[in-house]
């Protein structure tokens, strides 16, 4: 299927690793020139590498800064004024019981998971509504509606971006402009690995994996983790003019773990 996303341009944050690399190569893979996010030229630099190698393409570009620093989203949209797609990826999550997260840890949090999207949304969602036409996805996780105590700061995070997603779709009406959450399910990502391996130390890696979803994600219907590619297949098509009629959604990529008929 040709997704008609020759010649678009995006800006995917946190895209030097994970789901959001991933992301970053699908959508190039369509034609798409990709603006790669990380927090050091480094990181970025041995991303776009390894996209160049994977895609034949060389249309990557820059955008170096933590997005939880609204100096830094300042300087990102200031290099980069107008995208026809942004991805909110950019997150982090940390494992730690709701008795023991302080303030410092909601704080920190909020500010990556939220305020960076809420900055970028603000300035390219406009710019998109006033010429008509444009992407906005925020990647949010199954946790936004399948509570996990031990992540409540994580999960209310994402739960907030289901309602900024939709908020801000409810502002595109009469233009072709779209605005979508994802959620994925748990991912085989490296920060997910090394997780599993601090939980269960005394087996490989293969092993830790099933045991951690029969254990933390007991409804998943694949019952395993979801591949990068699954996520990032589904945002790719979302961005895509194929997609139009999708809008204000939360879409799930969870594997079954959800146990709901919607």
Not at 100 to 113: G, H, L, M, Y
Request: charged letters at 25%; glycine letters at 8%.
């Amino acid at each position: 299927m040709d997704l008609q996303l020759e010649n678009k341009t995006a800006l995917v944050t946190a895209s030097s690793g994970g789901i959001g690399i991933a992301i970053a190569e699908s959508l190039a893979k369509e034609g798409v020139e990709v603006i790669i996010n990380g927090r050091s030229d480094e990181s970025v630099s041995e991303a776009i590498n390894e996209l160049q190698e994977k895609t034949n393409s060389t249309k990557f570009k820059k955008a170096i800064g933590d997005l939880g620093k609204k100096e830094d989203c300042d300087k990102i949209i200031e290099q980069y004024p107008d995208v026809d797609i942004l991805i909110n990826n950019v997150g982090f999550y940390e494992a730690k019981p709701f008795f023991e997260e302080t303030e410092e840890d909601w704080q920190t949090i909020f500010d990556v998971n939220i305020m960076s999207a809420v900055r970028l949304s603000q300035h390219y969602g406009k710019k998109m509504i006033d010429k008509g036409n444009g992407r906005v996805i925020f990647v949010s996780s199954e946790t936004a509606v399948n509570p996990d105590p031990n992540m409540a700061h994580y999960g209310a995070t994402k739960t907030m971006m289901l309602s900024i997603s939709r908020n801000l779709a409810e502002l595109t009406s009469g233009t072709d402009v779209t605005v979508n959450a994802v959620m994925p399910g748990s991912t085989d990502t490296e920060s997910v690995r090394e997780l599993i391996k601090e939980q269960f130390s005394d087996m490989d890696i293969e092993e830790g994996m099933k045991k951690f979803m029969e254990e933390n994600r007991p409804t998943s219907i694949l019952g395993r983790l979801l591949k990068v590619e699954e996520i990032a297949d589904m945002v790719t098509f979302v961005c895509s003019p194929k997609a139009s009629g999708i809008n204000g959604a939360a879409l799930r990529v969870d594997g079954g773990i959800v146990k709901s008929v919607f």
